[in-house]
């Protein structure tokens, strides 16, 4: 293979992991921003222990993403980072805050004790998602470069666009949140989800459409992959699909509430009805959907307006060794996750643990 191809190999491994990041942790920092909205001690001890076994797990991917920027696009990197440095360190920050009260909350003696946790739990994750959503907006809208380094000043992340991003990325959490808790409790916590998932589900297509109509004009390349022929060809079937996305996850909503009412007994062991996944299911294919019209966007820049994925990338023999260390790494990831999402299925109830 030449450079070329393996820079673009290297690109598609990246943008995956970030993708898996963006859904795994999403879910969890999901709950967090949900927090303030789930009424009930039990309530929110349960959701809390939907995603205890697998919210560590999660955040492989982001170490994934950002090793491997560092990596196999080092230009990227050594670009990105001093024009972000700001939201990024906020971010971990806020995730690291966010896993000591995840872990404290548990340990609370006291009812105060516990208010202060969760607050401090729903902080994190909120403060997490927001500069998640800034970042992703600041990059979007692009880095200035000059001979080959970072030209911008410290606050260049900061503008209407990036702070639209923050918001629009806080209700894609909120939305994955609540359908994952759809998928995996059931009673009233189910309820308050549903009734939450249909908020922020109306809350997310409105930024998808306001963002959507945003970016064709942030840079004409962006444009050109949206408006010209036969680019538009390739792109048209993103909203399209988004649309019938929107549409079936409100009726997958209204379906999961029939068959609460009609279930009579707790879930049995390790199964979940059809009609509780299907809303996380449609909320990921949102996500997805999202991340492929950024992509049509963007390809194949990875620093717009400027760099593209094979002026950053490193050199064909750099590229090719850590190819071979990802060959093995990543299948091994997906085992140990699947494995772990696969042992911890089924509902959980108020005080019982998994089934």
Same mark, same amino acid.
């Given at each position: ?43 929110r ?29 080092p ?40 208010l202060?946790?969760?607050? %401090? ?11 998640q ?10 880095? @200035? ?11 260049d ?10 918001v %629009? ?11 994952w808790?759809?998928?995996k409790?059931?009673?009233?916590l ?17 930024f998808?459409?306001?963002?959507s ?32 996305? %929107?549409?079936?996850l ?7 509430? @029939?068959?609460a ?40 820049l ?23 260390g ?18 911890? @299925? ?10």
């Amino acid at each position: 293979m030449d450079a070329e191809t393996v820079a673009t190999i290297w690109a598609f491994i990246i943008a995956a992991a970030v993708f898996l990041y963006v859904c795994m942790d999403g879910f969890d920092l999901g709950l967090g921003v949900l927090f303030p909205w789930i009424s009930g001690k039990d309530e929110r001890d349960t959701a809390v222990n939907t995603v205890a076994p697998v919210w560590d797990g999660n955040e492989t991917w982001l170490v994934l993403g950002g090793a491997g920027l560092y990596g196999v696009f080092p230009l990227a990197y050594a670009t990105i980072l001093p024009a972000l440095y700001m939201p990024l360190i906020l971010m971990l920050l806020a995730l690291i805050f966010r896993g000591v009260s995840f872990e404290m909350r548990f340990r609370s003696e006291t009812p105060g004790q516990l208010l202060w946790w969760d607050r %401090a739990f729903s902080l994190g994750s909120i403060v997490a998602a927001f500069f998640q959503g800034i970042a992703l907006g600041a990059l979007v809208q692009g880095i @200035r470069v000059e001979d080959r380094a970072y030209a911008g000043g410290w606050w260049d992340w900061l503008s209407p666009f990036s702070l639209l991003t923050g918001v %629009a990325l806080l209700a894609g959490y909120g939305l994955l949140g609540a359908c994952w808790l759809v998928w995996k409790t059931e009673g009233g916590l189910q309820e308050q989800a549903r009734r939450l998932a249909r908020v922020f589900a109306l809350l997310t297509l409105g930024f998808i459409a306001v963002v959507s109509a945003i970016m064709p004009f942030l840079m004409p390349e962006f444009r050109a992959r949206w408006f010209d022929f036969p680019a538009i060809l390739a792109a048209l079937p993103v909203p399209v699909l988004v649309v019938f996305l %929107a549409w079936r996850l409100f009726r997958a909503l209204d379906e999961s509430g @029939r068959v609460a009412l009609a279930r009579t007994e707790p879930t049995p062991v390790g199964q979940t009805a059809w009609a509780d996944k299907l809303p996380f299911a449609c909320a990921l294919g949102l996500f997805f959907l999202s991340y492929t019209g950024l992509g049509i966007s963007m390809w194949p820049l990875i620093v717009p307006p400027e760099i593209t994925i094979w002026d950053a990338a490193a050199p064909r023999s750099s590229q090719m060794f850590v190819l071979v260390g990802a060959a093995v790494l990543i299948p091994t990831i997906l085992a140990y996750t699947g494995y772990t999402y696969w042992l911890f @299925r089924g509902k959980i109830q108020p005080g019982k643990g998994y089934h």
